[in-house]
């Protein structure tokens, strides 16, 4: 299973900016792709979740409104997640994580998801 993370970036308050999520070789029929992010010193923070079939889509109370997040399952072996954020603050400075979650959503700890990205960092400037 790869999960490969990009996107991410320095960008000013109010700005916008996408991060994507190649999911390949899973073999669960459906399941949960999520966003959390992680900052120094802190836990993780749930962001946002969706369906691997592109639907049920839940966000943050924090990020509601801004965040909008999708699946493309256009290409056969491959599901892309997206996580359009935007109107970007400066308290949205984290380092983001995409993960494949059989049946949670909402997750906090990593034991919560079966596989991982490797992250990548989002910092807004105000």
């Known amino acids: 299973v790869l999960l490969a993370q990009s996107g991410g970036g320095t960008v000013q308050s109010g700005e916008s900016l996408r991060l994507t999520c190649a999911v390949s070789g899973v073999t669960f029929s459906n399941y949960y792709i999520n966003w959390v992010r992680e900052g120094p010193g802190a836990g993780l923070e749930w962001v946002s979740g969706i369906r691997s079939d592109d639907s049920a889509p839940r966000y943050s109370d924090s990020v509601k409104g801004r965040f909008t997040v999708s699946v493309d399952k256009s290409r056969s072996t491959v599901d892309t997640a997206y996580l359009d954020m935007s109107n970007l603050k400066s308290e949205d400075t984290y380092l983001y994580y995409c993960?494949?979650?059989?049946?949670?959503?909402?997750?906090?700890?990593?034991?919560?998801?079966?596989?991982w990205g490797l992250g990548t960092q989002v910092t807004v400037s105000s």
């Open positions: 993960a494949v979650c059989k049946d949670a959503v909402m997750v906090t700890r990593t034991v919560d998801c079966s596989y």
